[in-house]
Structures are given as structure tokens and as C-alpha cells.
Nanobody, 124 residues
Framework: QVQLVESGGGLVQAGDSLRLSCVAS????????LGWFRQTPGKEREFVAK????????YVATSAKGRFTISRDSAKNTVYLQMNNLKPEDTAVYYC?????????????????WGQGTQVTVSS
């Protein structure tokens, strides 16, 4: 079992930055892949970025590439999503998720554990 708790969301203006945090706990999360997804009302959950906890390898969705960066701090059991130059279309609830099978996938279905989400609102 893995427990994930997100924080760092808020209301910002277009062009601002935010850093989301996801604290992970559990017996074996260090062998998992961690991902960030986002969702707006009426739309499907969308992949944003992922990281291999063991290797540190990352992948960022095209819509976020160049603006968002995913990283981890092993000592703090925390995954971060640094979001720069935010746009109104980035407004969503952002979720942290863990894939115990390390498929390094962008699919929602590949992630078995989810946090409660944190709201990010970007005003124009």
C-alpha cells in the first residue's frame, strides 16, 4: 500500500509559478513510478508528468514541456511538480499517483494509488 498526499495548489495569475508537492509513504513506494495528472470538470483525467523513483528518469506531456518539471527528493519521500509560466488552461485539480508495476505509463489505468488532489486555478 502507498499513501499519497498532495499540497501546494492555489490561485495564481497567468505567468506565475507554483510548486506542487506529493509526500509518499508506504512500504515499497521507492520501487514505484510516480506521476502527476490533472482533471477539470466534465473532462477525463489527463497525464502531466511522471518519474521513475529508482532511476530518476522523467517524462513530461507535450502540453507541459518546457514549463513543467517533475523531480523527487528521496530523503523527504516527496515528488514535486514545478509549474512555470502558468496559463488559464492549466486550471485543474492536480493528482499524484503511483504505479507499483513501474510501467512508466501515461495511462490513468496504470496507476493504482492516488492522492486526494490539489486545486490549481490560474486567472487571466
Amino acid at each position: 500500500q502507498v499513501q499519497l498526499v498532495e499540497s501546494g495548489g492555489g490561485l495564481v495569475q497567468a505567468g506565475d509559478s507554483l510548486r506542487l508537492s506529493c509526500v509518499a509513504s508506504g512500504r515499497t513506494f521507492s520501487r514505484y513510478d510516480l506521476g502527476w495528472f490533472r482533471q477539470t470538470p466534465g473532462k477525463e483525467r489527463e497525464f502531466v508528468a511522471k518519474i521513475s523513483w529508482s532511476s530518476g528518469g522523467t517524462y513530461v506531456a507535450t502540453s507541459a514541456k518546457g514549463r513543467f518539471t517533475i523531480s523527487r527528493d528521496s530523503a523527504k519521500n516527496t515528488v514535486y511538480l514545478q509549474m512555470n509560466n502558468l496559463k488559464p488552461e492549466d486550471t485543474a485539480v492536480y493528482y499524484c499517483a503511483a504505479d507499483p508495476w513501474r510501467r512508466f505509463s501515461t495511462a490513468v489505468s496504470a496507476y493504482d494509488y492516488w492522492g486526494q488532489g490539489t486545486q490549481v486555478t490560474v486567472s487571466s
